[in-house]
């Protein structure tokens, strides 16, 4: 993930870090209020037993942006064609490695007003069983929102993805000793 990220998903990421750490590292002194626009972009998402991805919980502004209530709103629903496959399979890999990944996409209005969109997903630890099911995704637009004029984005193509790093164990070396 060696790409420019807007602060706010430099912001989620670090906290998604320090929650998964299993060191003793003093906790930071941040809190979520201290990030009121990074709260409003939130979302989470849950697996349905028909393997939809639905919406549990969004911010104010990520509804205002997408121009709907997405509750019970499947995600990839925001997606088409081959942006679709391509959004399911950083989800399938983000639930794999249970890590969190970046994709960056082009949003466009219905008056053809675009603008570039950073959405990270990561997964959320669960007391359920379903641990693998629901992730956690940051909304971001990352020019400033005047530009949208109250529209919201209706299309969105993907320009960019960044699946979560590939953990490779260190190669080993072997030695042989031979005695002929």
């Not at 209005?109 to 669960?126: D, K, M």
């Not at 099911?133 to 004029?149: D, M």
Request: net charge neutral.
């Amino acid at each position: 993930m060696s790409t420019t990220r807007h602060p706010n998903t430099v912001t989620l990421l670090s906290a998604w870090e320090r929650m998964h750490e299993e060191t003793d590292v003093p906790q930071s002194t941040e809190k979520a209020s201290d990030h009121p626009e990074l709260l409003e972009c939130l979302f989470v998402v849950e697996r349905s037993e028909e393997g939809r991805w639905l919406f549990r919980n969004a911010g104010n502004r990520l509804e205002r942006l997408l121009g709907r209530d997405l509750g019970q709103q499947d995600c990839l629903d925001f997606w088409t064609g081959y942006d679709r496959v391509m959004v399911q399979s950083l989800i399938n890999s983000v639930r794999e490695s249970r890590k969190p990944g970046l994709l960056h996409a082009t949003g466009e209005t219905l008056t053809g007003t675009q603008v570039n969109i950073e959405l990270t997903l990561a997964p959320l630890p669960s007391p359920r069983s379903s641990a693998k099911n629901r992730l956690l995704g940051l909304y971001q637009v990352l020019e400033a929102y005047p530009v949208l004029q109250g529209r919201p984005v209706w299309r969105h193509r993907v320009t960019a993805l960044y699946p979560p790093a590939i953990d490779r164990s260190p190669q080993h070396l072997r030695l042989v000793a031979s005695n002929d």
